[in-house]
């Protein structure tokens, strides 16, 4: 509309200009008659004619000057009008764009608070899944808890990631131009509220769902430790009459000790990567080996240990040794070994057999031993064993 009212300013401007040059130039023109009527010798009557003309163009002048300086005054204040107009919507277009911000920055902090949480329920989650795995006791959380904790992290998820949408569209005039402003600042705050809202919600969910993990895996922590202590007894008593020979630990390849027969993999053949219990998809030819030794000697059972090195905590290193323990546990009962010969127990990095100031060290001290005993000694030591 300013544009218009300029174009309408300058097209009056021009008009009066040249409505002026031709006012101007039919005065000179009708004076030159008049000197010309003089010069010829015209009547006195037809001079006065003349003159009359001229005074009457005259005035039709004046009365355009007059009428055109009038509506250039008009569409000036039509155009100031219009100027402080837009001032005013571009003013009231930034403060809704200053309130979307603040908006969007009240949504980045809560949506940051909430992944804080999650991580620390993760972690504590982690602890409590090792927890169970270390007694035995579950191999999974009941099937109501895990669908509510699903649900409740989808939900989380989901309204954690909505985002808001806003359209843009070219307006032709700037009172809509205003309006849409206003709508939209007004659905945004809206929309901003509901999620705050609905996120406030999902965080106090979250930290009800964490409080309950934490007096959850405090509620193991003691069972846990009885079991160490009671796996620790079971390691300190001594072993005799095992029944087996050097001959049989030459057979299979393995060590004869105190506590049976110690078959060790090779470094090349079973090594674990760094904080972690699973088995490589390759060929395990020594275990192999001792599944078809143990079924030509029914009488034999196997005791696994898992190991780690020392670059974690105990907390994490006694959990992930029993995993790793489990791991090849679980291979020997899929090469059709009984599950209630097999039983698998973790050490943690208590007894490492290399260096872990060195990342050859820290490689062989991740590993897992087989201890080939007869059924007798077996049930005398009554190690922490893990069934199907």
């Known amino acids: 509309m300013m544009i218009t009212a300029r174009n309408n300013i300058r097209h009056l401007i021009a008009t009066t200009i040249a409505t002026a040059t031709i006012a101007i130039a039919s005065l000179a023109f009708q004076a030159n008659s008049i000197a010309s009527s003089e010069a010829e010798g015209l009547s006195a009557e037809e001079r006065t004619r003349l003159e009359r003309q001229l005074d009457i163009a005259r005035e039709e002048r004046d009365a355009l000057v007059l009428e055109t300086q009038g509506q250039i005054v008009e569409l000036t204040e039509t ?8 001032a ?28 804080a949480e999650r991580a620390a329920l993760a972690a504590l989650r982690e602890e409590l899944d090792a927890a169970k795995t270390d007694l035995a006791e579950a191999e999974a959380e009941p099937k109501a808890v895990a669908e509510a904790e699903a649900v409740a992290e989808a939900e989380a998820e989901a309204e954690a990631e909505a985002e808001a949408e806003a359209d843009a569209e070219e307006r032709k005039q700037l009172e809509r131009q205003l309006s849409i402003a206003r ?10 509220e509901t999620q705050i809202a609905e996120l406030t919600e999902a965080l106090e969910a979250e930290r009800s769902a964490l409080t309950a993990l934490r007096d959850e895996l405090a509620s193991t922590k003691p069972a846990l430790a009885k079991a160490e202590a009671e796996a620790e007894a079971e390691a300190d008593q001594p072993v005799s009459n095992l029944g087996l020979s050097q001959e049989d630990a030459d057979e299979i390849g393995g060590q004869l000790t105190e506590t049976g027969i110690l078959v060790e993999f090779e470094p090349d053949e079973l090594s674990f990567d760094s904080a972690s219990a699973v088995l490589p998809t390759t060929n395990l030819p020594t275990l192999d080996r001792v599944a078809q030794w143990l079924e030509d000697r029914p009488e034999i ?50 007894q490492p057999i290399a260096d872990n100031a060195t990342p050859e060290g820290q490689r062989r001290n991740r590993r897992v031993e087989i201890y080939l005993m007869t059924a007798q000694q077996d049930k005398a030591s009554a190690p922490n064993e893990v069934s199907d």
């Open 183 to 192: 709508e939209e600042r007004d659905a945004l705050v809206l929309q901003t």
């Open 79 to 86: 155009l100031e009008n219009q100027r402080a107009m837009l």
């Open 301 to 350: 059972n196997v005791r696994i240990e898992g190991h780690t090195d020392s670059l974690g905590s105990p907390e994490i290193n006694q959990p992930l040794s029993q995993q790793r323990a489990e791991a090849v546990r679980q291979a020997l009962i899929d090469r059709d070994i009984a599950a209630e010969r097999v039983v698998a127990q973790g050490a943690g990095s208590t």
């Open 88 to 115: 005013r919507q571009r003013d009231e277009l930034e403060a809704a764009k200053s309130l979307q911000a603040d908006a969007e920055a009240q949504i980045t902090g809560l949506t940051e608070a909430l992944e």
